[in-house]
């Protein structure tokens, strides 16, 4: 991704939830993997890598969150969080994201809510997603795959494209957690 490139994403994250600041973001209500209520606002304090996502995902999702695990493992990160929001609520109930997430280590959690819930924080964040049926039946999720780097204050800071190299990850994953409150 071109610096400029990122630095628009950026900017419009940034501007999509200074925008919302005044529309209640803060007290959008989701559900942890452990069944637990909590509003968005309630997750400042830390910062943390937030990916849109859903369990059923052949290879995106479970790779985005596997190398953002690595990532933080390999720059020795330990203050970030990982947080997947599923973008497909009607099947990732609390105990599926619960079963899915596990394989990934307790750093990363999981949240479920109402569609109109996360309907609500994708659109701060300029997340699309859409659900496409298969032909053999059933259907998956196209979506957006950035991961919003997003300070203990609540601010998005930077953004990971799919894809990018291992190093950029740290780069930047180093940079958040090093980052001054």
Not at 15 to 22: D, F, S
Not at 125 to 148: C, N, S
């Amino acid at each position: 991704m071109s610096q400029t490139r990122r630095t628009l994403l950026k900017a419009g994250a940034a501007l999509a939830l200074a925008a919302a600041a005044g529309c209640g973001q803060d007290d959008v209500r989701l559900t942890d993997q452990n069944g637990q209520s909590v509003h968005w606002g309630d997750l400042k304090g830390r910062p943390r890598a937030v990916f849109f996502g859903f369990t059923h995902c052949p290879t995106i999702c479970p790779v985005t969150v596997w190398e953002l695990n690595d990532a933080l493992d390999k720059i020795g990160a330990t203050s970030i969080g990982i947080e997947f929001i599923t973008i497909d609520p009607e099947r990732d109930t609390p105990a599926r994201l619960g079963e899915y997430l596990s394989a990934f280590g307790p750093r990363v959690r999981g949240f479920t809510g109402s569609p109109e819930a996360i309907a609500k924080l994708a659109a701060l964040f300029d997340v699309t997603y859409r659900k496409t049926p298969l032909e053999a039946g059933g259907y998956t999720m196209d979506h957006t795959a950035t991961v919003f780097l997003v300070d203990a204050q609540g601010n998005v800071v930077d953004l990971v494209a799919y894809g990018s190299p291992p190093d950029v990850m740290q780069t930047r994953l180093r940079a958040l957690a090093e980052a001054k409150p």
